[in-house]
């Protein structure tokens, strides 16, 4: 029976009435895609060939590093029973320059971004100019090594292997490493203090079946992650996704200075303050959602997923708030997320490291002004309908998803010039006077889009 990337049901990957393609599929599989593989240290290594024979034999050879998806699961299924380590992650991702070097032709590759190539799609996402990018980013990226582990020993140790097995003819033009970032109750959060990455597509079974589901239902068809791999020897059940890396610079100090402008021209006293930032993100800094609470709440862990927007129309979350503007969550199943295909798996992980404390309320002047932001990774079945859509069409439009709520406060790109007009309270109806629209603090400096190729190509080369 072929892959149904459509299915209306959670794979449930573990049952022994799995088809054989569906099999195929998990066995060939690179993980991290259909489940977050844990990358609290990671490496990410970018990789230039300039010999395609001798890059093919280099993929090759990372082969016996790596793991399929069926494997990861498995991992993780024995580590939530006995605690027993997994691993490290190898992945491996292919540029449409790095294939016309290894001397694929990238026609059979549906998604019209990936063939462009990021550099060629600045204008679409209103980029900085390549010349301002990172220089390893403006140089031509063949292929990407992703390393992740729980430790940095691990990691350390895989990436020397990978390093040893470069040929003479493949240079490393450049390097990141991601380090996990966590609040004072260990929770994973980015540089402005925020817990971060909890609102995920679930694909699997054993992952819905954890998640409550009322007003929002986490899962999604795989069909919003996997695209068959047109280079394998069995596309129709070896199969790979896009991956999107651009790496985001954090002016911690002008984000912490807008919320508290925010919250000076809100009038917010005290405790209130910190519903201005929490007006911003769409969540308070704790993860408590504005949409179901107007204080943190201390629910307990994880923080509260289950929520849509259809009876709030921006009173209780602003609709120009960073989450509500990049997954809107309209109607339960009929949500533009759903309907477009839009959700992708967020994969990213932070980088730099702090000598302030990130999640507490001191000023602002403490605050680091650049060399921290996240390694932002996704994984999508289309590049130009997910990552390209959100980034585009409801990030960066002022308009999105009704006229005058501006520019996604956080990741917004393009000239921000509107003023915008908030509740000054929680649930409240009267609106503030216009206030100008917080000042971007994000800024991109350079990334590349890849294919993540089955395990069936890489033996195949
Ligand atoms: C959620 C921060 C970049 C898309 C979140 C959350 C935070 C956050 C704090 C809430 C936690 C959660 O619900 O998982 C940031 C920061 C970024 C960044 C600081 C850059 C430095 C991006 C980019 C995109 C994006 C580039 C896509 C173009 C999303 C999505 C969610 C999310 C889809 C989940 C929303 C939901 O389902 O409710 N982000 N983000 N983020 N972010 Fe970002």
């Not at 190898?90 to 032709?105: D, E, M, R, T």
């Not at 990936?114 to 100019?129: A, E, I, V, Y």
């Not at 702090?354 to 650049?370: L, S």
């Not at 069409?393 to 406060?409: I, K, L």
Request: with cysteine; charged share 25%; proline share 7%.
């Amino acid at each position: 029976m072929p892959v149904d990337l459509f299915n209306t049901k959670p794979l449930a990957w573990d049952s022994a009435g799995l088809d054989a393609d569906t099999k195929a599929m998990l066995d060939n599989l690179q993980p991290n895609i259909v489940q977050a593989h844990v990358r609290e240290h990671l490496a990410v290594l970018f990789v230039h060939f300039d010999d395609g024979a001798d890059g093919k034999r280099f993929l090759r050879g990372l082969l016996p590093l790596m793991k399929s998806a069926r494997k990861h699961l498995e991992e993780v299924r024995a580590f939530d029973r006995s605690k027993a380590p997994g691993t490290p992650y190898v992945g491996v991702g292919i540029s449409k320059a790095g294939y016309l070097k290894l001397g694929h032709s990238t026609t059979k590759f549906g998604d019209n971004a990936f063939k462009s190539g990021l550099k060629r799609r600045k204008d679409t996402l209103s980029d900085p100019p390549v010349g301002k990018w990172e220089k390893p980013y403006q140089g031509e990226i063949h292929a990407v090594v992703l390393i992740g582990d729980a430790t940095g020993e691990p990691v350390a140790a895989t990436r020397e292997r990978v390093l040893a097995l470069l040929p003479k003819t493949a240079q490393v033009l450049g390097e990141e490493t991601g380090l996990g970032l966590r609040n004072a109750q260990g929770r994973g959060i980015e540089h402005f203090g925020y817990i971060d990455g909890r609102s995920q597509p679930l694909f699997l079974a054993d992952q819905v079946a954890k998640e409550p589901g009322k007003n929002w239902t986490p899962f999604f068809p795989l069909s919003h992650v996997l695209a068959a791999d047109p280079l394998a020897p069995r596309p129709d059940r070896h199969f790979g996704s896009y991956l999107v890396f651009r790496k985001l610079e954090q002016n911690v100090r002008a984000f912490r200075q807008a919320e508290e402008q925010l919250a000076d021209s809100l009038g917010l006293k005290e405790a209130d303050r910190q519903r201005a930032g929490a007006m911003l993100v769409g969540r308070f800094r704790n993860g408590t959602p504005l949409r179901l609470h107007g204080k943190p709440s201390s629910d307990g862990f994880p923080v509260q997923n289950d929520f849509s927007y259809r009876d709030d129309s921006g009173a209780k979350c602003p609709v120009g708030s960073h989450i509500r503007k990049v997954n809107p969550r309209d109607t339960r199943d009929g949500g533009l997320e759903r309907v477009l295909g839009v959700m992708m798996a967020r994969r990213g992980q932070t980088y730099g490291t702090r000598t302030d404390v990130p999640w507490d309320d001191a000023p602002p002047e403490t605050r680091p002004t650049g060399g921290v932001g996240l390694l932002f990774m996704a994984f999508n079945a289309s590049l130009q309908s997910q990552f390209e859509f959100t980034q585009q069409t409801w990030a960066d439009n002022p308009g999105f998803p009704e006229e005058g709520v501006g520019h996604d406060p956080v990741i917004g790109q393009g000239k921000r010039e509107l003023k915008v007009r908030y509740r000054e309270t929680w649930g409240g109806d009267k609106l503030s006077p216009p206030i100008a629209e917080i000042p971007q603090t994000v800024t991109m400096k350079g990334g590349e889009y890849f294919f993540m190729p089955s395990l069936a190509y890489l033996k195949s080369l």
